[in-house]
């Protein structure tokens, strides 16, 4: 049977974007189990004022919450991207069963993470959206290899855009950035020459 996750950010005590967590994983559940129940991830978590910082992973399927774990969290630094293509990837629901991308990211070489192109169009990193500055915009991949929660939220805020970004008009761009549930927006970004082929 498919388990699938959800990350949380907690903050101060507070569950990050649990809007969208909530409708990701009630899409996901009437996707793969027509007819389930609709969940409130709020009754599934325990937390206090001191939790600060903090990844709560949750795993679920289409019989409800299978466990909760928090864990402290460090970002990453990524300094370097580099290029894969794969036209079959899908990784349209978050699951635990993350093997291809894990795949995709051994084919980094010398750099921090991969940038995955499919069918020639860019999507996401192993971990994370990305939105690329225009001179003007910061526009997102229309079709991402996974709708984030936090590509979520900024575009219903209009902090970014969607397009269909093609490989060959990455040198139109002049910066990247990384962003996911846990990764604020504006926290990590690289100059495009830091994207290697």
């Not at 388990?3 to 909530?22: S, Y």
């Not at 069963?97 to 051994?106: A, C, E, G, I, T």
């Not at 995955?116 to 991402?144: K, Q």
């Not at 984030?148 to 970004?165: D, P, Q």
């Amino acid at each position: 049977m498919c388990l699938f996750i959800e990350t949380i950010r907690i903050q101060q005590g507070e569950a990050c974007n649990l809007r969208c967590h909530n409708e990701r994983l009630n899409n996901t559940r009437s996707h793969f189990w027509p007819g389930c129940g609709k969940m409130e991830l709020e009754e599934y978590l325990k937390l206090t004022p001191e939790m600060d910082g903090m990844k709560c992973r949750v795993v679920y399927d289409g019989t409800g919450i299978k466990e909760v774990n928090y864990a402290a969290y460090e970002m990453s630094p990524v300094r370097s991207l580099q290029l894969v293509c794969s036209d079959d990837i899908d990784y349209t629901y978050k699951s635990v069963d993350r093997s291809k991308l894990n795949r995709l990211f051994s084919c980094r070489g010398e750099r921090d993470d991969v940038l995955i192109v499919r069918r020639g169009l860019l999507t996401d990193t192993s971990i994370a959206n990305i939105a690329l500055f225009d001179g003007e915009d910061w526009l997102t991949p229309r079709s991402p290899l996974l709708k984030g929660t936090c590509r979520s939220a900024l575009l219903e805020r209009g902090v970014i855009k969607e397009k269909e970004i093609r490989l060959e008009e990455l040198s139109s761009y002049s910066s990247i950035r990384l962003f996911n549930a846990m990764i604020g927006w504006g926290q990590l970004e690289l100059s495009v020459q830091m994207i290697h082929r």
